[in-house]
């Protein structure tokens, strides 16, 4: 009889386990941080009474969700020691996550950001309501607050995230033809093909976790980005290549410097031309670029 339930217990969160993944990811931008906490949904998961669990999936999402809390205010610590920009931890992702507009908006790099300027509670409130369609009630249990006060949080979330939130104006055409001439531009280091492609107040945000050389602060402006990748270029003084990939949903670059993979370039574009660049170094949040990760909102 233990074995069956232990099998059932096993088979649940697997099955579950994507989009378990998934949440805990999009509250904490680091899928080894995400890991962990699935890790601790397990334990946490394997002791409790299944016959006395209504919704599976809803109380998987709750241990997730108060588990992941945890660690955000933990990791929020941890960065605020970080070398330079913090940046999610990029992700190669499958074909289905790119066609899912909801969900490739909502795990794209700029949202991503947008996310991480809320409060732990304002997040794990906002991910809930607006990405995963989780009902008041469901949420209120998961965060330790009323369903009252968890409306308010969400509408006050809701307004922060609208504010900043990226604008979606380039369509998929648009978009793959400018990331292509920015892919050339910076094969070929040719100045005025950089400007041409890159909006004039365009902002690059690059991690290098104190590892890699990266910009320590937001640069802003065409022209300081292409001298900014220019220079990096002429100092390494080896052959730069550029991959087309999706992260995180979106078209992206994986750059390679001398044959190896250096980083991930993800990008924002408006209007056609390119508002936001993403450029992450750090070796330890490249581990997950040449493998699909699967996600999903359900």
Not at 159 to 185: C, I, M, Y
Request: with cysteine; hydrophobic share 40%; charged share 25%.
């Amino acid at each position: 009889m233990a074995e069956s339930s232990d099998h059932t217990a096993t088979d649940t969160f697997v099955a579950h386990r994507n989009l378990l993944f998934t949440v805990a990811y999009e509250m904490l931008g680091s899928a080894a941080d995400a890991e962990d906490v699935l890790q601790e949904t397990w334990l946490r998961w394997v002791k409790a009474d299944l016959g006395q669990v209504r919704d599976q999936r809803a109380y998987l999402v709750r241990i997730t969700t108060r588990q992941a809390l945890n660690r955000l205010r933990t990791v929020n610590r941890r960065r605020e020691a970080y070398v330079g920009q913090w940046l999610p931890e990029p992700l190669l992702t499958t074909p289905d996550v790119a066609e899912d507009v909801e969900l490739a908006e909502s795990m794209s790099m700029a949202m991503m950001l947008v996310l991480e300027s809320l409060t732990p509670t304002e997040r794990a409130v906002f991910v809930l309501r607006e990405v995963f369609e989780v009902e008041y009630d469901e949420i209120a249990e998961a965060v330790g607050k009323t369903p009252a006060a968890v409306r308010q949080i969400a509408h006050r979330a809701r307004g922060h995230v609208d504010e900043r939130r990226p604008r979606r104006t380039a369509s998929a055409k648009e978009t793959r033809a400018a990331l292509e001439s920015f892919r050339r531009a910076l094969e070929t280091g040719n100045p005025q093909d950089l400007l041409d492609v890159l909006a004039p107040d365009v902002v690059l945000l690059s991690d290098g976790g104190g590892v890699k050389r990266a910009a320590l602060r937001p640069v802003v402006g065409a022209e300081k980005i292409v001298r900014f990748y220019l220079g990096g270029s002429a100092k390494l003084g080896v052959t730069i290549t550029c991959e087309p990939t999706v992260v995180n949903g979106s078209p992206a670059l994986a750059v390679h410097v001398g044959g190896e993979l250096d980083g991930v370039i993800a990008v924002r574009f408006e209007d056609a031309r390119i508002t936001g660049l993403y450029f992450v170094r750090n070796p330890e949040k490249l581990t997950r670029v040449t493998s699909e990760t699967p996600l999903t909102l359900r």
